[in-house]
């Protein structure tokens, strides 16, 4: 028996159902790039004479330096996926600035992958920042920016 069904039409401001995105992701990576770099930076480097100790630190910066590595990828990731799937053309109008915080977001990402740069890392939080309000603005809620550090 063949019941009669109509259609439902639905629509959806991005490509999955609203809840998917946030920006919190980007944030989160972010703090581990800036965290690693600060690791990082602060290191001393022993003698290389001290075998164990020279073992030791080199242990410790490679994981530093994996774990940057690691995060910077995932927080270019996760602003891709917001840049290209969940904000629109219509976000222009109040975000003029939109792409160009986000090119050079990405672009910072690819900076803390290759540098040990604690001004690099910081100037990505920024825009992370930066992303943060306007994914939350589009969004029509005020949720404040929280570090976890």
Not at 5 to 25: F, K, N, Q, R, W
Request: charged residues 25%; glycine residues 2%; hydrophobic residues 40%.
């Amino acid at each position: 028996m063949v019941q009669n069904m109509s259609l439902i039409e639905a629509e959806a401001h991005c490509d999955g159902p609203c809840g998917v995105y946030d920006s919190a992701s980007a944030r989160i990576a972010g703090e581990a790039v800036q965290s690693m770099t600060n690791k990082m930076l602060a290191l001393t480097c022993p003698s290389t004479e001290d075998s164990n100790s020279m073992s030791a630190y080199l242990n410790t910066m490679s994981r530093y330096a994996a774990i940057k590595e690691e995060e910077a990828q995932k927080c270019k990731d996760e602003l891709l996926v917001l840049w290209t799937d969940f904000f629109k053309p219509q976000h222009l109008e109040d975000n003029p600035e939109l792409h160009d915080i986000f090119w050079k977001a990405a672009k910072l990402c690819s900076a803390c992958k290759v540098e040990v740069s604690a001004e690099h890392a910081q100037e990505l939080m920024d825009a992370i920042e930066a992303i943060h309000h306007m994914f939350w603005t589009v969004k029509g809620r005020e949720v404040p920016w929280i570090r976890a550090s």
